[in-house]
């Protein structure tokens, strides 16, 4: 998996149902479910071995329309651009390869449906609990399914458990986390469910998860690896998260060495 979507995943442990976040100001909706009252994320940069951005544009109602994403590596730049277009219950997401169907119930994200011939993905299905929060997510390929599986406990994500069964191989990765009662104005942006779900970048409530829990460390063993991910924050003058430093430190239990590597994500909102 890539180091992003690892860290994407890990992140969706800080998101506690719409109902059950933290913030000053009561968060309003409109008829979309877009929340209209608090600053739009306009930019994310990703700082590691590379730079990659993504850049953000609405319409007046405060809609997701263009993602512009840009991958920077070895003196190169690789870029493209996804829009969207809302509909009734509908979301499209079209770019140069695929068209992405949202299909939405109550406001809430129930399937993704894609077409990209260049990817082994297809689809998704999201399952909630009566308490509209997310508990499952099942992604389907060409040669198998992995299903993404929420532990929660008095309100917030304790545990992710990410299975992946294939023609020939399984796999499973457990994932704990840790709080120490840190929160943000807004909510906290890292999270995709899928590969390029970058929609809930800056509309995590189409799945019930606009959050504002910040985590101090994640943790994962398996038979092979121990890691741990500590996180720190910094904030604008509002108290929205300006940027986030993941120090990830992996342990070989075969060897016990250990490496250990840094990725900042920076945050603009207006």
């Not at 060409?142 to 532990?151: E, I, K, L």
């Not at 959050?211 to 460390?217: A, F, G, I, T, V």
């Not at 993941?246 to 342990?251: A, C, Q, Y």
Request: net charge negative; charged share 25%; aromatic share 14%.
């Amino acid at each position: 998996m890539k180091t992003f979507r690892l860290i994407g995943m890990a992140l969706l442990a800080v998101c506690v149902s719409f109902a059950s976040c933290s913030d000053d100001d009561e968060p309003s909706k409109n008829d979309d479910g877009v929340i209209t009252n608090q600053k739009q994320l306009m930019q994310i940069k990703m700082v590691d071995s590379e730079t990659i951005t993504w850049d953000f544009t609405y319409d007046s109602k405060g809609r997701l329309i263009s993602i512009n994403h840009a991958e920077k590596y070895n003196g190169r730049t690789e870029r493209d651009i996804t829009n969207y277009i809302w509909g009734n219950n509908t979301i499209i997401a079209e770019d140069d390869n695929s068209t992405r169907t949202y299909t939405l119930d109550n406001n809430l994200v129930k399937s993704i449906n894609d077409t990209d011939d260049y990817s082994d993905w297809s689809n998704a299905i999201f399952t909630y609990n009566s308490s509209n929060q997310l508990i499952a997510v099942q992604n389907t390929y060409t040669d198998g399914t992995s299903v993404d599986a929420y532990t929660w406990n008095n309100g917030r994500i304790t545990k992710l458990t990410y299975t992946e069964n294939g023609s020939y191989y399984s796999e499973e990765d457990v994932y704990e986390y840790t709080y120490s009662g840190k929160t943000c104005k807004g909510y906290f942006p890292l999270y995709s469910p899928s590969d390029n779900d970058d929609i809930f970048y800056v509309h995590p409530e189409l799945i019930g998860l606009r959050c504002s829990q910040l985590p101090d460390q994640v943790y994962s063993k398996d038979d092979y690896d121990e890691e741990t991910s500590k996180y720190s924050y910094t904030f604008d003058k509002d108290g929205y998260v300006e940027s986030c430093t993941v120090v990830n430190t992996e342990k070989n239990l075969s060897d016990n060495t250990i490496d250990t590597y840094t990725t900042v994500f920076t945050f603009t909102w207006e």
